[in-house]
């Protein structure tokens, strides 16, 4: 099964600066599939996981560190099994 996981990357000392969105593919072990930037934030819910990077970056590839977003908006509400 993949996991749609969503990359925020904004910028903490400049808040003027636009984020950007990331929108990634992976496959269960964690591995990256596929990679698609989005042209502004997305309105539903439909991803598994929401991570932010707030160090100002412009490019997915020169970020080191990421925070997950537990219970963001645009997390998917998990089904109850």
Known sequence: MKRK?????????????????????????????????????????????VWENDEGRAEFASCHRFKRKYGHKLQKAKSAS
């Open 5 to 49: 996981i969503l990359i925020i990357l904004s910028n903490r000392w400049n808040r003027n600066q636009k984020s950007r969105f990331l929108e990634l593919d992976c496959d269960p072990e964690g591995n990256i599939l596929k990679e698609h930037s989005l042209r502004s934030q997305p309105r539903e819910a439909r991803f598994h996981e």
